[in-house]
C-alpha cells in the first residue's frame, strides 16, 4: 500500500498543482486513499479549547476548502482538520495560474484568492460528513467584492458555528486586498467585539460555546504583534493561529517561481514563524492557546513549535511534497521526542523554549 502511495505521489507531482491538489482531493473523497489505522497514543491526546484532541497534528486551511472530504482526511490521521476559508457568496478566486510548487524549497506559493463554494453548500457538506471521528474547524472570511465584510463574517459565523467545534477569523490570507488591515487595533476590536456577541445565542457542533480564534500573518510589526496580543487577553479570545503565509521571500530560494506573487508556505516560513509563535507565546503569558503552523514537515518540528509556545500544529504544504504517510511519522516522532524528555503529555512540553527566539 505504502508503494501504492508512493507511485500515487509521483503521477500528482507530474501534473500542475491545481490539477494535482483536486485529483486528491477527489481520490480522498472517493476512498482512493488507504485509512491510517494507527490508533493514537495516550501521550499525543490533549483538552484544548474545551475540546478533546485525539493527536495535536491538524491539518491547516486551505487544502479542503469547501469541507468536500473532511472524513477520508480524519481518517489520515489528523486530529482536527479547517475546513476554509468560506465566504458568504461563492466565488472562483484569482485568474490561473495561481498555485506554484517550489520543489527546490520545499515550499508553495498560492494566490487562489478564496475560492471556495460558498457558506450554503459548505454548510451542506459539512451536515453530510458529521458526526465527526475528530475536531473540525471551519476557516472564515468575507467574499472579495463584499460592501460590507464585517457582515460577511457574521454571516460565517452564524451559519457554521453549530456544525464545527471551532471557528477562525481569517484576517491574514495575502490574496483578499485589504483583508490584513483587520489585524489593525482598532478594526480588530470591532471585528471580534462583534462575533462574540453573536456567539452569546450559539453552540458549537458538540452543543457548547464555540471557540473563536483568529489567525495572523508572519509579517506584523512589533506594534501589531502588540495590540493583537493586548486585544486577545483583553477580549478573551480562545486563541491565535500563528502564522499563514508570508509575502516576504528569503534570499536563499532557488525555484524560478520564487518571484510569482502570493503567500509564500512549506519550509522557508518555518523560523520566522516560530519566531513569532514564541513572541506571542511571550506577550500572552501563556494565557492564550496557541497553534503553531508553517513549515512543519517532521515530528521533530513539530516538537519545536510545541516548545516555542504552541499547544496544536497544522501544516499543509508537506503533505503536499510527501503524502498522507507523513501524518502517522510525524505522530510518532513527536511522541518519541516528548517521551525522551521526560514528559508523559503534550501540554508539559507548550512554551519551554519560548524565552530562546
Ligand atoms: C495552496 C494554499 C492555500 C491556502 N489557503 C488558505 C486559506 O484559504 N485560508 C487560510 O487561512 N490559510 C490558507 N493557507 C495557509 C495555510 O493554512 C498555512 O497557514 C500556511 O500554508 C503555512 O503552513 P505550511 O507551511 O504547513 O503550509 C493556504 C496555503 C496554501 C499552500
Redesign the pocket.
Known amino acids: 500500500m505504502k508503494r501504492l502511495s508512493k507511485i500515487g505521489g509521483a503521477v500528482l507531482h507530474r501534473l500542475p498543482p491545481e490539477i494535482a491538489h483536486e485529483t486528491a482531493l477527489k481520490a480522498l473523497r472517493y476512498g482512493l486513499i488507504w485509512p491510517q489505522d494507527q490508533a493514537d497514543l495516550p501521550i499525543l491526546k490533549q483538552k484544548c479549547l474545551g475540546l478533546q484532541f485525539p493527536n495535536p497534528i491538524g491539518l ?4 479542503d ?1 469547501n469541507g468536500a472530504a473532511v472524513s477520508s482526511l480524519l481518517s489520515q490521521g489528523f486530529g482536527s482538520i479547517e475546513i ?2 468560506v465566504t458568504p457568496l461563492p466565488q472562483t478566486g484569482n485568474p490561473k495560474p495561481r ?1 506554484f510548487r517550489l520543489s527546490e524549497d520545499k515550499a ?1 506559493i ?1 494566490r ?1 484568492g ?1 475560492n471556495n463554494l460558498g457558506v450554503s453548500e459548505i454548510a451542506r457538506n459539512l451536515a453530510h460528513a458529521r458526526p465527526y471521528a475528530g475536531i473540525v474547524g471551519a ?1 472564515i ?1 468575507p467574499n472579495r467584492d463584499s460592501d460590507d465584510p464585517l457582515n460577511d463574517y457574521r454571516k460565517c459565523f452564524t451559519l457554521l458555528a453549530p456544525l464545527v467545534d471551532y471557528l ?1 477569523v ?1 484576517i ?2 495575502p490574496n483578499t486586498p485589504g483583508l490584513r488591515a483587520w489585524q489593525d487595533k482598532d478594526s480588530l476590536n470591532r471585528l471580534i467585539s462583534t462575533l462574540l456577541d453573536r456567539r452569546a445565542g450559539l453552540s458549537n457542533a458538540r452543543g457548547g460555546s464555540i471557540p473563536l480564534l483568529i ?1 495572523i500573518a508572519p509579517d506584523l510589526s512589533d506594534r501589531s504583534r502588540r495590540h493583537i496580543a493586548s486585544t486577545a487577553l483583553a477580549l478573551k479570545l480562545d486563541g491565535l ?1 500563528i ?3 508570508t509575502v516576504s521571500r528569503p534570499k536563499y530560494l532557488r525555484s524560478k517561481h520564487k518571484s510569482e506573487t502570493g ?1 509564500l ?2 519550509k522557508p ?1 518555518f523560523r520566522t ?1 516560530t519566531a513569532i509563535l514564541a513572541d506571542m507565546y511571550r506577550r500572552v503569558n501563556g494565557e492564550v492557546p496557541l497553534i503553531g ?4 514537515g517532521s515530528g521533530e518540528d513539530a516538537y519545536t513549535k510545541l516548545r516555542a509556545g504552541a499547544s496544536l500544529i ?5 503533505l503536499v511534497f510527501d503524502g498522507p504517510s507523513i501524518v502517522p511519522n510525524i505522530k510518532s516522532d513527536l511522541a518519541a521526542f516528548l517521551s525522551a524528555d521526560g514528559f508523559d503529555n503534550v501540554s508539559s512540553a507548550v512554551g519551554l523554549d519560548s524565552s530562546k527566539y
Open positions: 491547516a486551511a486551505g487544502f476548502k476554509g476559508t498555485l508553495i498560492n487562489l478564496f476557516n472570511g477562525v481569517n491574514s490570507s489567525k493561529l502564522s499563514n503565509t503567500g508556505s512549506g516560513v514563524s503552523i508553517g513549515g512543519v497544522q501544516f499543509y504544504t508537506a
